[in-house]
C-alpha cells in the first residue's frame, strides 16, 4: 500500500482553471442555442415533419456508419492479430465512428461536421493535426511529470524530499494468529 504524508485542502492555493475548462460551458451553450435556431428555420421553410425525418434519417447514418467502422476496427485487429503485430495507425475508424456519433446527435450542424468527418481528405487533416498536437504535447512535458497519477505512489520526507516508492510493512506477520481481531476493511 501506498500512502503520502496527508495534506490539508486549505493549505494549498487553487490552481487557475485552464481556458479548456472556462469556455467549454459557454462553448456547449452557443451550440445547443445554433442547433435549435437551425432547426426552427429549416422546420419554418421545409415544415415540422421534413425536420422529423432529416432527424431520423441522421440517427440512422450515423448508426449505420459506426457499425461498419467497428467491423472495420475489429477486421484490422483480428488481421493484426493473426500476423502477430500491430493494427495500422490512421485507419480512420476513431474519425468515421466520431462522425457517426455525430450524425446520431440530433441538429443539422452536428450532421454537417459528421458528415465532413466522413470525408477521407478531412479525416487525414483532422487525424495529423490531432497528432502533431499530440506529439508537441508529449514533448512539452517534464519526464516523470504525468499529473495526479504519480502523486499518490510517492512518500513525503519531512525534510521535504518526494522519493517515488512503496510502503511495505514488515513490523506484522504475514498469517494472522488464529482468534485474532482483524480491524474492519470498510470504515
Same mark, same amino acid.
Given at each position: 500500500?501506498?500512502?503520502g504524508a /496527508?495534506?490539508?485542502?486549505?493549505?494549498?492555493?487553487?490552481?487557475?482553471r485552464s481556458?479548456? @475548462?472556462?469556455? %467549454? /460551458?459557454?462553448?456547449?451553450?452557443?451550440?445547443?442555442?445554433?442547433?435549435?435556431?437551425?432547426?426552427?428555420?429549416?422546420? $419554418?421553410?421545409?415544415? *415540422?415533419?421534413?425536420?422529423?425525418?432529416?432527424?431520423?434519417?441522421?440517427?440512422?447514418?450515423?448508426?449505420?456508419?459506426?457499425?461498419? +467502422? $467497428?467491423?472495420?476496427?475489429?477486421?484490422?485487429?483480428? !488481421?493484426?492479430?493473426?500476423?502477430?503485430?500491430?493494427?495500422?495507425? =490512421? =485507419? $480512420?475508424? *476513431?474519425?468515421?465512428?466520431?462522425? =457517426?456519433?455525430?450524425?446520431? #446527435?440530433?441538429?443539422?450542424?452536428?450532421?454537417?461536421? *459528421? %458528415?465532413?468527418?466522413?470525408?477521407?481528405?478531412?479525416?487525414?487533416?483532422?487525424?495529423?493535426?490531432? !497528432?502533431? +498536437?499530440?506529439?508537441?504535447?508529449?514533448?512539452? +512535458?517534464? /519526464?516523470?511529470?504525468? $499529473?495526479?497519477?504519480?502523486?499518490? +505512489?510517492?512518500?513525503? @520526507?519531512?525534510?521535504?524530499?518526494?522519493?517515488? =516508492?512503496?510502503? #511495505? @510493512?514488515?513490523?506484522? /506477520?504475514?498469517?494472522?494468529?488464529?482468534?485474532?481481531?482483524?480491524?474492519?476493511?470498510?470504515?
Amino acid at each position: 500500500m501506498t500512502t503520502g504524508a /496527508p495534506t490539508s485542502p486549505y493549505s494549498t492555493t487553487r490552481p487557475p482553471r485552464s481556458r479548456l @475548462r472556462r469556455y %467549454l /460551458p459557454l462553448g456547449v451553450a452557443a451550440w445547443l442555442v445554433l442547433e435549435i435556431w437551425l432547426l426552427t428555420l429549416v422546420a $419554418g421553410a421545409a415544415g *415540422g415533419f421534413a425536420v422529423f425525418l432529416l432527424l431520423v434519417a441522421g440517427f440512422v447514418a450515423g448508426s449505420v456508419v459506426i457499425k461498419r +467502422a $467497428g467491423r472495420r476496427a475489429f477486421q484490422s485487429l483480428n !488481421e493484426a492479430l493473426q500476423r502477430g503485430g500491430s493494427p495500422e495507425r =490512421g =485507419g $480512420g475508424n *476513431g474519425l468515421m465512428m466520431l462522425g =457517426g456519433l455525430l450524425l446520431m #446527435i440530433p441538429g443539422l450542424l452536428s450532421d454537417a461536421v *459528421g %458528415l465532413l468527418l466522413l470525408l477521407p481528405p478531412v479525416q487525414q487533416a483532422v487525424s495529423r493535426y490531432a !497528432e502533431n +498536437a499530440l506529439d508537441k504535447r508529449l514533448r512539452a +512535458a517534464a /519526464p516523470g511529470s504525468f $499529473g495526479d497519477a504519480f502523486q499518490q +505512489a510517492r512518500i513525503h @520526507r519531512p525534510d521535504g524530499k518526494v522519493v517515488p =516508492g512503496e510502503v #511495505i @510493512r514488515q513490523d506484522r /506477520p504475514e498469517r494472522p494468529e488464529p482468534g485474532e481481531q482483524h480491524p474492519p476493511l470498510t470504515r
